[in-house]
Each structure stands twice: as structure tokens, then as C-alpha cells.
Nanobody, 128 residues
Framework: QVQLVESGGGWVQPGGSLRLSCVVS????????MAWFRQAPGKERDFVAA????????HFDNSVKGRFTISRDNAQNTFSLQMNALKPEDTAVYYC?????????????????????WGQGTQVTVSS
């Protein structure tokens, strides 16, 4: 069955960079819509970024536009989140998610319930 495993989390100073990777098993990644979400303590799970499998289109939350990028490596079956210019407010547990659908309605991509599979999460802490 489909499994997602995140890695790359840790501590970084403000302004620094961090790269998260999500290794997918059980399904070719180019047939899955992939996304990243994050959740800070006591807060709801928020959308970060997503990439549709059918169109290849990418979508970012306004809070990370210009700082974060996502990429898909079909050969390695991995989905990555490159985070630059990190801020303390980026501190959260980051989750990789996958959906078998293309979701032509963009707003649907922002909702956690859209996704069929989730990773275990990886902690990202941004502080001095």
C-alpha cells in the first residue's frame, strides 16, 4: 500500500534553509497529487504547497511564496520541499500528503481531507 516517509526536519536559525524529502512507496509518484502541510502546537493543520499529478501545476500558500519551492523526482519517487529564508513562524510539524485525484478545483488542494495518504510528520524549528 502507499506509504509516505518524511525526512530532513530539524533546527535552523532564522534566515537559514532546510530541505524536506518525502519518499513514496507503493505507487509511482507521477500518478499522485502531492502536498505539504504544517501544524504548530495548538493550531490547525495548514496548507503549505501542492503539485498536481495530471497537470503538474504547483500551488503555494501566500505565507511561503517566494521562499519555498517544491519538486518531484520521478526516478527516486520523492517529493521535496526546499525552504529558504526561514522565519520563526515557520516552526511546525511538517507533513507530506498524497491524493490519487487531480482535483481540478484548486481550492480543494488546500484542505487536509482531500488527501488519501499522510506521512508521520517531521519537526522543523526556526529559532536563534
Amino acid at each position: 500500500q502507499v506509504q509516505l516517509v518524511e525526512s530532513g526536519g530539524g533546527w535552523v536559525q532564522p534566515g537559514g534553509s532546510l530541505r524536506l524529502s518525502c519518499v513514496v512507496s507503493g505507487r509511482a509518484i507521477n500518478g499522485l497529487t502531492m502536498a505539504w502541510f504544517r501544524q504548530a502546537p495548538g493550531k490547525e493543520r495548514d496548507f503549505v504547497a501542492a503539485k498536481r499529478w495530471n497537470t503538474g501545476s504547483t500551488h503555494f500558500d501566500n505565507s511561503v511564496k517566494g521562499r519555498f519551492t517544491i519538486s518531484r523526482d520521478n526516478a527516486q519517487n520523492t517529493f521535496s520541499l526546499q525552504m529558504n529564508a526561514l522565519k520563526p513562524e515557520d516552526t511546525a510539524v511538517y507533513y507530506c500528503a498524497a491524493s490519487q485525484n487531480g482535483h481540478p478545483i484548486v481550492s480543494v488542494l488546500f484542505t487536509p481531507g482531500t488527501y488519501d495518504y499522510w506521512g508521520q510528520g517531521t519537526q522543523v524549528t526556526v529559532s536563534s
